[in-house]
């Protein structure tokens, strides 16, 4: 029989409690413990429309259940018959958590029809499903031993109901008496931690305002409608007292016919020196003069600009109301959810009252969030020279929120600010440096000029080369000023690359620079080489990318067990094909006597046991094999093209190998998601090299 699924309830016994936050990031760390991960919603608001929470969950579950499979029964049907809807809710967890190892379990959300007995109610759902309960307190506007009060108030309604009370998250709290508040809740007698009130989790997106105040998108661009808005601020003064008073993220009310002000605004939104705006709202239901219109879209501000039939005092009073929500597509809120959940949880501790059983295989998720917080547990410092790109600046404000890498971007530091704030990116303490302009500018040309001499290069020469991102960035990290470089979003592989056989070259015995693919498939990670760098390996050059790989496989987790592929396994093919990977087999052996080989080997028999017993029965590597080396790059590049295509498989990389110091290359298709999953990659690289130095 399976074991049952681990599962825990998150209950509070008021709104506005920031639930999200708190489900969001034990989610997480469940993701990265077990393989088949779901969520379940007891009580519903609503069969017909979507709830939020449950819908932004479930894009971050990795079990295989459907939206209408994690819902229990609607607030009706509790108020209609409790005992019957309590029912219907453990006969619908109990087929959610046959198909899953873990199940998170949302409480209700005390919205509209909230009522004091819903904690009890809440208490007796987790009894009946056997969840130990996570206890989510508010702490805005709460003293510790105000929160401390509420929470014994909790822990014993939960054991009247026979509930298990395993932890206390206090949410929303003062920043300044986070330990305070923590400490007051150890007499608990459970595992307390408390998270601080953050603005940005409760601030409204420009989409949300323009709901509310049942607008009009007048002008500017769709996509920084999803930016939040973390002040309303109604322009009721002159315009030059306007301008004193902006602030980063604000949103101006005013009408259309106030010229002075929207034209104020348009322009300082651009301007260096001030603030960068969310949008504005031209309220009142006019709009601007023909000739003032016609000059506001010669300027083609992005920012938008709203219009709404409202009054000034309807407008400011409904944008008032709006509560932002952490929902689908709200990365930026998300990520800051994961951070606070990551810096302020200690994940061991809670998992553990769970008894989480410990899983033998490895999950893209699990592979992912392994490679965040390995990068995290000693940050490294990753230039980004392709400022330039959206998704090079979103994900590097991902990457600063997660404490994932010190950062530094190239290009014009103004205009790169600005388009990150447009974007609701926050760069925070990541350095912006043009390489046109840089003080290291004179620097890099001497010792470009140095490194290429025997090439005929001049210094004049080299001045111009090095304002060129990719050489600038490979010498910064040539010269240590950064540990590695991650670029090709919007550049050719070669672009990338070239600066690095010049400046950095390869490393001591390594001949060949190659590249591995980390292929995440359902249950277990295998590595690919070379798909990227190499187009016909001699046998030399194949035997390097296989002891590269195995190496590089091992610093990511992927026990080595290398598979020299060609079209015939063991003595049974004869060719130079084949006999180019007999030759780089036995290369591999002679140079890596530890390392565990098998070559030439057909892909079926490196890695089904099936197939492996009756081809080759002895070998320690058939039917097991972890890495992958392919005879040549139209083989490699299609293989792993069509296992990522066809079985689904999340391919990271390439990992470049072979380096003194780690560059990596990126898809010029490369998703968000992908870059942040590659610097950390990169500074995984420059942690090993660190490590391999410190032991020298």
Known sequence: MAEPASSIYIASPEGDT??????????????????????????????????????????????????????????????????????????????????????????????????????????????????????????????????VQLGQLCRAELHQHHAHLAAIVANRCDPDKLDEITA???????????????????????????????????????ELMQREALRVMVGGMTAEHILERLTEGVVVIAPADRSDVLLALVNAHEAEGFP?????????????????????????????ILTTGLGTFDTASAAAKVRGKVAVGSQRKVDTALSLMEQRVDARALLDRLELAIPSITTPQMFEYQLIHRARADRKHIVLPEGGDDRILRAAGRLIQRQVAQLTIL??????????????????????LDPKTSD????????????????????????????????????????GIADGMVSGAAHTTAHTIRPSFEIIK?????????????????????????????????????????????ATAAQFGVEPRVAMLSYSTGDSGS????????????????RSPELLVEGPIQ????????????????????????????????????????????AGAVAVGPVLQGLRKPVNDLSRGALVEDIVNTVAITAIQAQGLAAQGSAE
């Open 440 to 479: 290291y500018a004179e620097e890099f040309a001497a010792d470009y000029t140095e490194l290429r001499k025997h090439k005929g290069m001049r210094v004049e020469r080299a001045r111009e080369i090095m304002s060129d991102i990719s050489y600038f960035g490979t010498m910064m990290v040539h010269k």
């Open 18 to 147: 920031g639930k999200s936050t708190i489900a969001l990031g034990v989610l997480q760390m469940l993701c990265a413990s077990a393989a088949r991960v779901g969520v379940f919603r007891p009580v519903a608001r609503s069969t017909t429309e979507t709830d939020y929470i449950l819908e932004l969950l479930i894009d971050h579950t990795t079990a295989d259940l459907s939206y209408e499979q994690s819902l229990g029964v609607t607030y009706e049907a509790v108020h209609s018959d409790p005992e019957v809807a309590l029912g219907d809710i453990v006969a619908r967890f109990h087929e959610v958590a046959a198909n899953c190892d873990a199940v998170v379990i949302v409480g209700s959300d005390y919205t509209d029809v909230g009522s004091p007995s819903e904690l009890s109610f809440n208490a007796r759902i987790a009894a009946n499903l056997g969840a130990p309960v996570l206890l989510a307190l508010r702490g805005s506007e709460r003293s510790a031993d105000e929160i």
């Open 276 to 304: 960068s705006l969310a949008g504005i709202i031209m309220n009142g239901g006019i709009e601007p003069h023909p000739a003032i219109a016609r000059l506001v879209a010669g300027l083609g501000p992005r920012l938008p």
């Open 506 to 550: 390869t490393a001591d015995g390594v001949n060949t620079v190659s590249s591995i693919f980390l292929m995440c498939l359902s249950d277990r990670v295998l590595a690919y080489g070379d798909c990227a760098i190499v187009p016909d390996p001699s046998a030399e050059q194949l035997a390097d990318i296989a002891i590269s790989s195995a």
């Open 603 to 646: 892909y079926d028999a490196a890695i089904e046991p099936s197939v492996a017993k009756s081809k080759l029965p002895d070998s320690e590597v058939a039917g097991r094999a972890t890495v992958f080396i392919f005879p040549d790059l139209n083989t490699g590049n299609n293989t792993y093209k069509a296992v990522q295509r066809s």
């Open 184 to 222: 007051a809740l150890v007499p608990l007698g459970v595992p307390a931690w408390s998270l601080p009130e953050i603005p940005l989790l409760i601030a409204p997106t420009m989409a949300e305002l323009l709901v509310a105040i049942d607008g009009e998108l007048y002008s500017g661009d769709a």
């Open 575 to 590: 060719g130079a094909d084949v006999d180019k990977v007999r030759e780089a087999t036995r290369l591999v052996r002679e």
């Open 411 to 432: 290009g014009e530091e103004g205009p790169i600010r600005r388009r990150a704030a447009e974007l609701g990116v926050d760069l925070g303490d990541a350095s912006v």
